[in-house]
């Protein structure tokens, strides 16, 4: 595999700087679950209540993201930063000393004006790459995801526990703000020159949010759906086992196989079509279970699904950026962050419930099963997605 395409993509410019902005700003984001779980939980409370304010936080996220989007659109880049960055300063700075009725009322409205930096960085990144070096693009800003998801929930734990809810919450508040901050002040383009150039064209929603674009974002939350219940399946699987012990080494090396995928993927002369990619990382789940209890040999089962994770959600964003129209790309990928968040938030439960009725195993078959299903699901719709949705476009309604 060629390193070379990788070093085109970072010589054309603002694209070495998004990614890295992106990968620090992304960290504080992805501590912002656990931390608030664990603050609960220190309160006194049960998982239930730490549960309910991550489902209404999430509820939050899933009705805004499309929303910043859209504003992004309409408005720009930076007045959307600032209101949401204001937003998560004021939530986190005082969210640990709010009673817990009234921290779970906040949480719904930090949720809904959550900093969209991962939209963000997705729709600026397909305004900077020509269209034939997205695949590429897109692999690496999956890689960066994955580093911050290793970091962020890691360093939230370890907050908590050194240093208590004030000030790891207050630490969450000041990261947040800077993330906000430098994406204000870098304020990347949302639309390449090209795009800029061409005549604007009102365009209604229902002429880019087709039946296939349905069924690509459908496929997005597939993909999620599979990658939350395996983890807990691969979680589930180790404390049944009694090796509790090897949980985070277990899951770090999970991650690993997506960033060699990832990084494999986006070097290929040629990419695939997310069917082919999450439809195959949810028929290759289906059997991991049947390893057994033996942690060792279930990461070498996890292989080949796990090489297939970045590639696969990667793949959904950039058919996303050629199907949307620029003027709409805001909002498309405020609902790709939607679809996201629906995938993981159906699986915890559903997964859940296997686990404990079934056991561990069935769990990693479900995971499976519900990844290809949806992929037959959108198969009949893949082909109606009109030509024309892939023409630049500068204006939406």
Same mark, same amino acid.
């Given at each position: 595999?060629?390193?070379?395409?990788?070093?085109?993509?970072?010589?054309?410019?603002?694209?070495?700087?998004?990614?890295?902005?992106?990968?620090?700003? *992304?960290?504080?984001?992805?501590?912002?679950?656990?931390?608030?779980?664990?603050? /609960?939980?220190?309160? !006194?409370?049960?998982?239930?209540?730490?549960?309910?304010?991550?489902?209404?936080?999430?509820?939050?996220?899933?009705?805004?993201?499309?929303?910043?989007?859209?504003?992004?659109?309409?408005?720009?880049?930076?007045?959307?930063?600032?209101?949401?960055? %204001?937003?998560?300063?004021?939530?986190?700075?005082?969210?640990?000393?709010?009673?817990?009725?009234?921290?779970?009322?906040?949480? %719904?409205? @930090?949720?809904?004006? @959550?900093?969209?930096?991962?939209?963000?960085?997705?729709?600026?990144?397909?305004?900077?790459?020509?269209?034939?070096?997205?695949?590429?693009?897109?692999?690496?800003?999956?890689?960066?995801?994955?580093?911050?998801?290793?970091?962020?929930?890691?360093?939230?734990?370890?907050? /908590?526990?050194?240093?208590?809810?004030?000030?790891?919450?207050?630490?969450?508040?000041?990261?947040?703000?800077?993330?906000?901050a430098a994406l204000?002040?870098?304020?990347?383009?949302?639309?390449? @020159?090209?795009?800029?150039?061409?005549?604007?064209?009102?365009?209604? *929603?229902?002429?880019?949010?087709?039946?296939?674009?349905?069924?690509?974002?459908?496929?997005?939350?597939?993909?999620?759906?599979?990658l939350t219940a395996?983890?807990?399946?691969? %979680?589930?699987?180790?404390?049944?086992?009694?090796?509790?012990?090897?949980?985070?080494?277990?899951?770090?090396?999970?991650?690993?196989?997506?960033?060699?995928?990832?990084?494999?993927?986006?070097?290929?002369?040629?990419?695939?079509?997310?069917?082919?990619?999450?439809?195959?990382?949810?028929?290759?789940?289906?059997?991991? =279970?049947?390893?057994?209890?033996?942690?060792?040999?279930?990461?070498?089962?996890?292989?080949?699904?796990?090489?297939?994770?970045?590639?696969?959600?990667?793949?959904?964003?950039?058919?996303?950026?050629?199907?949307?129209?620029? =003027?709409a790309r805001g909002?498309?990928?405020?609902?790709?962050?939607?679809?996201?968040?629906?995938? !993981?938030?159906?699986?915890?439960?559903?997964?859940? @419930?296997?686990?404990?009725?079934?056991?561990?195993?069935?769990?990693?078959?479900?995971?499976?099963?519900?990844?290809?299903?949806?992929?037959?699901?959108?198969?009949?719709?893949?082909?109606?997605?009109?030509?024309?949705?892939?023409?630049?476009?500068?204006?939406?309604?």
């Amino acid at each position: 595999m060629a390193i070379e395409p990788y070093r085109r993509l970072l010589a054309l410019p603002g694209v070495r700087t998004l990614l890295l902005v992106g990968l620090v700003a *992304r960290v504080p984001s992805t501590a912002m679950g656990i931390t608030l779980t664990l603050h /609960i939980r220190s309160l !006194g409370l049960g998982w239930l209540a730490a549960g309910a304010v991550g489902a209404v936080t999430t509820v939050g996220m899933a009705v805004g993201s499309p929303l910043a989007g859209r504003f992004v659109d309409r408005h720009g880049l930076r007045p959307v930063l600032a209101v949401t960055t %204001v937003a998560q300063l004021a939530f986190w700075s005082c969210a640990w000393a709010l009673p817990y009725p009234v921290l779970l009322v906040a949480s %719904v409205v @930090a949720g809904l004006l @959550a900093l969209p930096v991962f939209s963000v960085i997705r729709q600026c990144l397909a305004a900077l790459v020509p269209v034939e070096q997205r695949r590429i693009g897109f692999s690496l800003d999956s890689i960066m995801v994955e580093l911050s998801y290793m970091a962020g929930p890691a360093l939230g734990v370890m907050g /908590i526990t050194v240093l208590g809810s004030a000030w790891t919450m207050s630490i969450v508040a000041v990261g947040l703000t800077c993330s906000g901050a430098a994406l204000i002040l870098l304020n990347p383009p949302t639309r390449s @020159a090209e795009e800029l150039e061409a005549p604007a064209e009102k365009v209604l *929603r229902r002429q880019w949010l087709t039946p296939g674009l349905i069924a690509l974002l459908g496929t997005a939350s597939a993909a999620t759906f599979v990658l939350t219940a395996s983890e807990l399946s691969l %979680v589930a699987t180790l404390e049944h086992a009694g090796d509790t012990a090897w949980t985070g080494l277990a899951i770090g090396l999970w991650c690993a196989y997506s960033l060699v995928g990832g990084f494999v993927y986006g070097g290929l002369s040629r990419g695939f079509s997310p069917l082919v990619l999450v439809g195959g990382m949810g028929v290759l789940t289906i059997p991991v =279970g049947l390893v057994g209890g033996d942690w060792r040999w279930l990461l070498v089962a996890l292989l080949p699904a796990g090489l297939l994770c970045a590639p696969g959600l990667s793949s959904t964003v950039e058919t996303l950026s050629r199907w949307v129209p620029a =003027g709409a790309r805001g909002e498309a990928m405020g609902l790709h962050g939607t679809a996201l968040l629906i995938g !993981g938030a159906l699986s915890a439960p559903i997964a859940g @419930a296997v686990i404990d009725g079934a056991g561990p195993g069935w769990a990693f078959a479900l995971a499976g099963l519900v990844g290809a299903g949806m992929v037959l699901v959108a198969l009949p719709f893949w082909r109606r997605v009109p030509a024309q949705a892939e023409q630049p476009v500068t204006a939406a309604a």
